[in-house]
Antibody, heavy 118, light 108 residues
């Protein structure tokens, strides 16, 4: 079955970077794009961007342009999302989600909590 | 950027009642690319409906979606205890794929 398994919780200092992983299984990795979405505590969902692993092409939200980098490792079927220059406002749960053949996101990872605190 | 506005913010209903959730887009959406997600506390969002009205696999038929252009609706015909959650709409008619701010359906 399709699964997206994300890396564990992180605690970072302001100004640092964080790199999260999302390992996929149960489907053809190169066929489907993966999106990253975050959710601050008690808040709604915020779309960050997507990566097409076969083309290694990315589309980022303007909100994160210049601070976010999404990559993929086809050898391990793993996606990565790196966010730099962290502030307390980046404290959130970060989700990866697979884009299906009809362009919606059908399978989601369990989420990774990133806490930014001095 | 397309802005999605959901209403109401909170819907207080009893099990067995009908829930009607609204999602309004700031501009007309091509191909009705609207999806609805359910999120329970401490869980990842779960896809319920895509392309306005198509139920995702495993979505109970008490959930239905409708709409076109700028106005979209998620209807839950008879609320079950497990339906009390937060619901988000999202467009995927281009980038950025914005979400609405969510509607919380809670127990009256």
């Amino acid at each position: 079955q399709v699964q997206l398994v994300q890396s564990g919780a992180e605690v970072k200092r302001p100004g640092a970077s964080v790199k999260l992983s999302c390992k996929s299984s149960g489907y053809s990795f190169n066929v489907y794009s993966v999106h990253w979405v975050r959710q601050a505590p008690g808040q709604g969902l915020e779309w960050m961007g997507k990566i097409n692993p076969s083309a290694a092409s990315t589309i980022y939200s303007q909100t994160f342009q210049g601070r976010v980098t999404m990559t993929s490792d086809t050898s391990t079927s793993t996606m990565y999302m790196e966010l730099s220059s962290l502030t307390s406002e980046d404290t959130a749960v970060y989700y990866c989600a697979r884009e299906n053949a009809v362009r919606s996101t059908d399978y989601w990872g369990q989420g990774t909590l990133v806490t930014v605190s001095s | 950027e397309i802005v999605l506005t959901q209403s109401p913010g909170t819907l207080s209903l009893s099990p067995g009642e009908r829930a009607t959730l609204s999602c309004r887009a700031s501009q007309s959406l091509s191909d009705n690319y609207i999806a609805w997600f359910q999120q329970r506390p401490g869980q990842a969002p779960q896809l319920l409906i895509y392309t306005t009205s198509t139920r995702a696999p495993g979505t109970p038929d008490r959930f239905s979606g409708s709409g076109s252009g700028t106005d979209f609706t998620l209807t839950i015909s008879r609320l079950e205890p497990e339906d009390f959650a937060v619901y988000y709409c999202q467009h995927y008619a281009g980038s950025p794929r914005t979400f609405g701010q969510g509607t919380k359906v809670d127990i009256k």
